[in-house]
């Protein structure tokens, strides 16, 4: 089981346990998610400028759903529907 949520100090805390037993806890900080982030949207959308992509990356880490994700997956889901419609345009 894996449990995700926001430390009172900003940080993605992650709770692993088996069979109801607790792990000990990994975090994340805000900073260093959004810049994993920003580094995965730079890598599959090089047209926008790099200041664009942190305040995306920051907004990514705004939206509880997609902070719940690794950083890496909240960007590539987040940019599904912009490589889809790019897909579709090529044909």
């Known amino acids: 089981m894996r449990i995700l949520w926001i430390s009172e100090l900003g940080r993605l805390a992650v709770r692993v346990g088996n069979d ?3 792990s000990d806890m990994q975090t994340m900080p805000a900073r260093e998610w959004i ?3 920003a580094g995965r949207l730079s890598q ?3 047209t926008i400028d790099s200041a664009q992509i942190d305040s995306l990356a920051a907004d990514l880490w705004g939206d509880e759903k997609l902070r719940a994700m690794d950083p890496e997956q909240a960007a590539d889901e987040w940019l ?3 490589n889809a419609e790019a897909s579709r345009s090529l044909f």
């Open 80 to 82: 599904a529907p912009v």
């Open 20 to 22: 109801g037993q607790e």
């Open 35 to 37: 810049n994993a982030a």
């Open 44 to 46: 599959r959308w090089r």
